[in-house]
T-cell receptor, first 110, second 114 residues
């Protein structure tokens, strides 16, 4: 059974701070890793993809992957109240069907 | 660019009534298609996926069914809804043959069974 674990939160950070969201996965053969943002009542929206060890930056977002530790994280710099949402981690292994974590709720307070 | 349309946006149905939710994708050919359900406060549950016309795989035994009558059309159905079928239903697509392709979701249908 492939598992993707996320702390459900909520993670509360002040505006302007760095939010750090973490995700661990059980399948060592996993190859592709995705972060989605889901606002309340809305569908998930892809914000980052990462495929190799290290960091990948896109604007205020940085995804970090460590395959040896089976760990992927998402950093949000200069957090804004509009970043308040649930963040879903998704992992794909040999098949094309991703396994989703249950998500971490992020609250950015002014 | 690719777009995915899903309708209706909201639906209230009585227990025992039938269900039909439709999803279409534009701007791509031969995509993988998926139906997910998200119960309130819960994670995403994969219900069905399809790699081609008429090819449906079910992940969870239940009173729902899916069909793919055309390349870019995916339909979720039920003959008789249960209270437990309430939830947020999401259709998604990905590029075929690419394990690196992320899923792209439609706007979802919020179903309330009363």
């Amino acid at each position: 059974q492939k598992e993707v674990e996320q702390n459900s939160g909520p993670l509360s950070v002040p505006e302007g701070a760095i939010a750090s969201l973490n995700c661990t996965y059980s399948d060592r053969g996993s190859q592709s890793f995705f972060w989605y943002r889901q606002y309340s009542g809305k569908s998930p929206e892809l914000i980052m993809s990462i495929y190799s060890n290290g960091d990948k930056e896109d604007g205020r977002f940085t995804a970090q992957l460590n395959k040896a530790s089976q760990y992927v994280s998402l950093l949000i710099r200069d957090s804004q109240p509009s970043d308040s949402a649930t963040y879903l981690c998704a992992v794909t292994g040999g098949s094309y069907i991703p396994t989703f974590g249950r998500g971490t709720s992020l609250i950015v307070h002014p | 660019s690719q777009t995915i349309h899903q309708w209706p946006a909201t639906l209230v149905q009585p227990v025992g009534s039938p269900l039909s939710l439709e999803c279409t994708v534009e701007g791509t050919s031969n995509p993988n298609l998926y139906w997910y359900r998200q119960a309130a406060g819960r994670g995403l549950q994969l219900l069905f996926y399809s790699v081609g016309i008429g090819q449906i795989s079910s992940e969870v035994p239940q009173n729902l069914s899916a069909s793919r009558p055309q390349d870019r059309q995916f339909i979720l159905s039920s003959k008789k809804l249960l209270l437990s079928d309430s939830g947020f239903y999401l259709c998604a697509w990905s590029v075929k043959g690419q394990g690196r392709s992320p899923l792209h979701f439609g706007n979802g249908t919020r179903l309330t069974v009363t």
